[in-house]
């Protein structure tokens, strides 16, 4: 199994030019958790347990369906103090979308989550759909995936995934989806607890 999609870099970050956010800068010894693909009706409230349990803030990128189908459990994401962001209407991959009709369906997404936060799905954005968006949006990728949705990562490999941090001002992505069940519940609190061993602090972005 290879792990280093898991790991963005320089070749991916001139792909997609200036603009998008992939660190925190000057945030010494700070990561940032953030969680894609929810809210979930199962998943969603075990991970906000965790964090509840373990005093840490995180951004959850909302599709805007599930927010539709499951208003509670979003409501329950903001009324314990976390943000969220527009993760598009129907979870659209921008390489496969026309510029217009991804517009069209984050700003969908916009009237069911009121945020300045985006993050494309599967983080795959056109340059062009980047120009569109970055005026209202700051658009947020990552520094470390943890690959919980995937079947061939192991728990040990989705921890040592999240752990790869570069120093300041990391942002680290989880799932609160079906495809993480299990993995994110297991590895979020050991990740939170190697995380503060290392003397890293949580952030919201």
């Known amino acids: 199994m290879h792990h280093y999609k898991y790991k963005p870099n320089r070749l991916l970050r001139s792909l997609y030019g ?3 956010i992939w660190s925190v800068r000057g945030k010494e010894k700070t990561v940032y958790l953030t969680f894609d693909d929810g ?3 199962d998943i969603t409230p075990e991970v906000l347990n965790i964090l509840k ?3 840490v803030g995180a951004v959850f990128f909302c599709v805007g369906e599930n927010v539709k189908r499951y208003p509670d459990v979003y409501r329950r994401i903001l009324a314990e103090g976390h943000r969220t962001g527009n993760h598009t209407f129907n979870h659209l991959n921008g390489w496969k979308t026309s510029r217009e009709a991804y517009i069209r369906n984050v700003e969908k997404c916009s009237e069911w989550v009121d945020s300045d936060l985006f993050r ?22 990552w520094t470390a995936l943890s690959g919980d949705y995937d079947a061939g990562v192991d728990e040990g490999q989705c921890l040592k995934n999240a752990l790869n941090m570069k120093g300041e001002g990391s942002i680290v992505v989880f799932h609160d989806s079906l495809k993480a069940r299990g993995t994110v519940e297991k590895v979020l609190p050991l990740f939170i607890a190697a995380a503060r061993e290392r003397g890293y602090a949580f952030g919201i972005l």
Not at 124 to 139: D, E, M, P, T
Request: proline share 16%; hydrophobic share 30%.
């Open 120 to 141: 494309p799905p599967y983080g795959r954005i056109r340059r062009r759909q980047v120009a569109g968006l970055k005026s209202r949006f700051r658009i947020v990728m």
């Open 39 to 41: 809210p979930h009706p």
């Open 53 to 55: 349990r373990e005093g």
């Open 18 to 20: 200036p603009g998008l």
